[in-house]
C-alpha cells in the first residue's frame, strides 16, 4: 500500500457485502470517524440517531462521533451499557428497548453500535427487534469487531444456558471501520481479534495465512502498511462467505471452526476466563488436532496454527475444568443438529470442512481431563 | 363451490404466499388438523417438535395434533401459555426461550403455533429468536388468525409502553388452516374475526366488499359453502399485499386500515376491553369518517362500514377515555415516522393510500372528548 492510501482522515478501501436488497459496504480508513455522520445520513435519514456504546470506549470516541451526527442532521441519543459480555443479556436488552421508546425513535431511527462485537450484538438484536427491526449501523472499535462481528448480520444476546442463544440475522446498512480506534485496544485484546483473522486465513485462504506469518509482529504493532491490508483481506473473507450463505445454512458454518470448544470455554469461564479470541484461539488448536486425528489435514497443521497463535500472544491450552463440564456445556451448542455437533475440521490450511461429531469425540484430541 | 370440495378432513384450497426462497403454503380445509402432522414433516423434518398452545385450544386441538405429529416421526413437547393478549410479553418469550433449551430443540426443531394471533406472534418470535431462527408453522384456530396474524410473517411481543413494539418479520414454513376449529369458537371472537375480512374487503377488492354485505348472516353462521371461498380471498388478499411488500416499506401499511386508532383503543383498555378485532372495527370508521372528512372517499362509505360490521355484531363507538389518551397513545404508535403517523384513509370502498396525519388530525373525526 501506498502512504498516501494511509492517510489520516480519508476512507482507503471499500468493500460490498453483497446480499441482494440487503447488501451493504464496508468503509476502511485512518482517522475516519468525524465523517461517520455524514455516510450514515446516506443510508439512514431520519431526524434522530440512537448511539450505544460502553464507557471506555464512549470516553475516547464518542464525542466524535455524536459531533459529526449532528453535523449531519441527527438529534443523538447515546446510551451507554456496562462493559463486558456479561452486558450482552435481555436484560439490557430491554433497557434499550426503552431508551428507544423513550426517545421516540422510530422506524426510520438508525442504531448505531460504537464498540466491540458486545456492543454490535445487543445493539444489533435491540435494532433487529425494536418495531420489527430499524435501520442498523457498526461502528467496530475492536479488530475482533471489525473483521468479523460487524459483517454479516449475526446478532444476539446470551442466556444464562449458553452464548448467543437468541438472537437475529439482520444486517447492518453501513459498517465503517476507523483503524484509529485501535491504538487504545489493549494489548491483549488486540491478539484477541488477530485470532479471528488467523481463522479466516486458515479456514479460506491459504497464502493470507503465509502472509500472517511472515507480518505477525508488525501486525501486533498495528503498523498500518501491513494492517489495512490484512484487515481488508479478513473482512473481505466474512463477506464473501456470508454473501454466499446469509443464514448459515452450509458454508457460513465454517466461520465457526474453533468456536464450538472456544464457546465452552468461554461458558465454563463465566464469560470473564478467556477473552472471545482467545478462547477460539484454543478451539483451534483442539480442531485442527482433531482434524489431524481423523485423519483429514496433514501433520503439522496443529502445529502452524499453534505457533503462529503463540507469536499474537494468545494461549494454547485449555482452561481447567472437569471433562464432564466441557461436556454439558457443548451440549447446548447451538451448531448441535439432533444430538451430533456439525464441527468444523481443516483440509490442510486455507480448506475448510464439516464433519458430525458427538461432544464427546470433539474432545478426544483434547488433553481435558 | 361443490359439495365434494367441502368434504371433511381434505385440503380443498392451496394458496402461495410468494416471498422468494422464503415462499411458503398456506392449506385451507375442514376438519384436516389429523394431517397437519404430515404436512409439517414435509417442510420441517426433525426429531423434535415444539408446540405452543393455550388452555382452551389445547383441551379440544391439542391432541389430534400431537398425536399426527407422533404418527409423522416427532417426538413432541407441548408449552401451553394463559390464554389472552396480555402473554404477548417477553416474560413469557423468555420462558419459551428456556423451554426449547431445556427440551433440546435444535436448529431443525420446528415451533408449531395452535391457537389464535396471540399464540402465533409469541411463538413466532421465539421460533424467530431462538438459535436466531428456527422452522416456524402456523395451526391458526381463529378467524382473526387464520386471515390475517398467520399470514405475512409479523411476530412480536407487546411492553407495557404498546403493543407489538418488539419482533421480527420472520415467515412461516407453512399455515395450516382447518376451519372445523372454529365451530368453538365464542361467537364474539368470531365476529372480531370477520372484522380483518371487512378491512381486506375495504382496502382492496369492492366486488368482495359487496359479497360480504350479501353474506353476512351466512358467515356468522360458519356456513362452509361461503366461509371457505371468504377465508380463501381474504388470505389471498393478504397474501398478494405481502408479497409485494414484505417488509412494510409501503404497500403493506394498507393492511393497518382501522389499526393506528384500534391500538390506541386496545391500549387505553389495557388489552382487556375490546377484542383486537372489536377495536380495529371501530379504528375503520374513524379512518373512514377521516377519509370522507378529508374529501378522499365518497359520503356514506363510513355508512357502508358502520352497516356491515353492525350485522357481524361488531361495535362502532370509541370507547370512553379521555381524548389527552388517546392522543398519547396514538404517540407511541410504531407507524409514526418522525412524528407524523402514517395514516390509511380510504378513496372509496376497495382502494387505500396513507396520507402523513398528526395524532390530533387523526382523532378529529372521532367524537372522542
Given at each position: 500500500?501506498?502512504?498516501?492510501?494511509?492517510?489520516?482522515?480519508?476512507?482507503?478501501?471499500?468493500?460490498?457485502?453483497?446480499?441482494?436488497?440487503?447488501?451493504?459496504?464496508?468503509?476502511?480508513?485512518?482517522?475516519?470517524?468525524?465523517?461517520?455522520?455524514?455516510?450514515?445520513?446516506?443510508?439512514?435519514?431520519?431526524?434522530?440517531?440512537?448511539?450505544?456504546?460502553?464507557?471506555?470506549?464512549?470516553?475516547?470516541?464518542?464525542?466524535?462521533?455524536?459531533?459529526?451526527?449532528?453535523?449531519?442532521?441527527?438529534?443523538?441519543?447515546?446510551?451507554?451499557?456496562?462493559?463486558?459480555?456479561?452486558?450482552?443479556?435481555?436484560?439490557?436488552?430491554?433497557?434499550?428497548?426503552?431508551?428507544?421508546?423513550?426517545?421516540?425513535?422510530?422506524?426510520?431511527?438508525?442504531?448505531?453500535?460504537?464498540?466491540?462485537?458486545?456492543?454490535?450484538?445487543?445493539?444489533?438484536?435491540a435494532a433487529a427487534s425494536y418495531l420489527r427491526g430499524v435501520p442498523f449501523i457498526q461502528v467496530p472499535t475492536t479488530i475482533l469487531a471489525m473483521v468479523d462481528a460487524s459483517i454479516g448480520g449475526k446478532v444476539a444476546v446470551n442466556l444464562p444456558q449458553g452464548k448467543n442463544l437468541v438472537g437475529a440475522f439482520y444486517q447492518p446498512r453501513l459498517v465503517w471501520i476507523d483503524t484509529g480506534t485501535l491504538r487504545s485496544l489493549p494489548v491483549r485484546e488486540r491478539a484477541a481479534g488477530f485470532a479471528e483473522i488467523i481463522k479466516s486465513a486458515a479456514i479460506?485462504?491459504?497464502?493470507?495465512?503465509?502472509?500472517?506469518?511472515?507480518?505477525?509482529?508488525?501486525?501486533?504493532?498495528?503498523?498500518?502498511?501491513?494492517?489495512?491490508?490484512?484487515?481488508?483481506?479478513?473482512?473481505?473473507?466474512?463477506?464473501?462467505?456470508?454473501?454466499?450463505?446469509?443464514?448459515?445454512?452450509?458454508?457460513?458454518?465454517?466461520?465457526?471452526?474453533?468456536?464450538?470448544?472456544?464457546?465452552?470455554?468461554?461458558?465454563?469461564?463465566?464469560?470473564?476466563?478467556?477473552?472471545?479470541?482467545?478462547?477460539?484461539?484454543?478451539?483451534?488448536?483442539?480442531?485442527?488436532?482433531?482434524?489431524?486425528?481423523?485423519?483429514?489435514?496433514?501433520?503439522?497443521?496443529?502445529?502452524?496454527?499453534?505457533?503462529?497463535?503463540?507469536?499474537?500472544?494468545?494461549?494454547?491450552?485449555?482452561?481447567?475444568?472437569?471433562?464432564?463440564?466441557?461436556?454439558?456445556?457443548?451440549?447446548?451448542?447451538?451448531?448441535?443438529?439432533?444430538?451430533?455437533?456439525?464441527?468444523?475440521?481443516?483440509?490442510?490450511?486455507?480448506?475448510?470442512?464439516?464433519?458430525?461429531?458427538?461432544?464427546?469425540?470433539?474432545?478426544?484430541?483434547?488433553?481435558?481431563?
Amino acid at each position: 500500500m501506498s502512504g498516501k492510501e494511509t492517510r489520516s482522515g480519508r476512507v482507503v478501501r471499500t468493500l460490498k457485502v453483497d446480499l441482494g436488497d440487503r447488501s451493504y459496504p464496508v468503509e476502511l480508513g485512518v482517522d475516519t470517524l468525524a465523517g461517520a455522520g455524514k455516510a450514515i445520513a446516506r443510508c439512514a435519514p431520519s431526524s434522530r440517531a440512537f448511539v450505544v456504546t460502553v464507557p471506555p470506549v464512549s470516553r475516547r470516541y464518542s464525542g466524535v462521533l455524536q459531533r459529526s451526527l449532528r453535523v449531519a442532521g441527527y438529534r443523538v441519543h447515546r446510551v451507554i451499557v456496562p462493559d463486558g459480555d456479561a452486558s450482552k443479556n435481555p436484560r439490557q436488552l430491554s433497557k434499550l428497548w426503552d431508551e428507544l421508546i423513550r426517545c421516540g425513535a422510530d422506524r426510520s431511527t438508525p442504531v448505531v453500535a460504537l464498540g466491540g462485537g458486545m456492543v454490535g450484538d445487543l445493539a444489533g438484536f435491540a435494532a433487529a427487534s425494536y418495531l420489527r427491526g430499524v435501520p442498523f449501523i457498526q461502528v467496530p472499535t475492536t479488530i475482533l469487531a471489525m473483521v468479523d462481528a460487524s459483517i454479516g448480520g449475526k446478532v444476539a444476546v446470551n442466556l444464562p444456558q449458553g452464548k448467543n442463544l437468541v438472537g437475529a440475522f439482520y444486517q447492518p446498512r453501513l459498517v465503517w471501520i476507523d483503524t484509529g480506534t485501535l491504538r487504545s485496544l489493549p494489548v491483549r485484546e488486540r491478539a484477541a481479534g488477530f485470532a479471528e483473522i488467523i481463522k479466516s486465513a486458515a479456514i479460506w485462504d491459504a497464502a493470507f495465512f503465509e502472509r500472517l506469518e511472515r507480518e505477525a509482529e508488525r501486525l501486533m504493532d498495528l503498523d498500518p502498511k501491513v494492517l489495512i491490508p490484512t484487515l481488508e483481506r479478513a473482512c473481505a473473507i466474512k463477506a464473501e462467505v456470508v454473501s454466499q450463505d446469509e443464514r448459515e445454512a452450509g458454508l457460513r458454518q465454517l466461520l465457526n471452526f474453533g468456536h464450538t470448544v472456544g464457546h465452552a470455554i468461554e461458558k465454563l469461564g463465566r464469560y470473564r476466563g478467556l477473552l472471545h479470541g482467545e478462547a477460539v484461539a484454543v478451539g483451534m488448536l483442539i480442531a485442527a488436532r482433531k482434524s489431524e486425528e481423523l485423519g483429514l489435514s496433514p501433520a503439522g497443521t496443529a502445529e502452524r496454527i499453534r505457533s503462529l497463535a503463540l507469536r499474537f500472544g494468545l494461549p494454547s491450552e485449555l482452561p481447567n475444568h472437569p471433562r464432564n463440564a466441557y461436556l454439558a456445556a457443548l451440549k447446548v451448542d447451538k451448531k448441535m443438529s439432533d444430538s451430533k455437533i456439525r464441527f468444523v475440521v481443516l483440509r490442510g490450511i486455507g480448506r475448510a470442512e464439516t464433519v458430525p461429531l458427538t461432544p464427546r469425540e470433539v474432545l478426544s484430541a483434547s488433553r481435558c481431563r
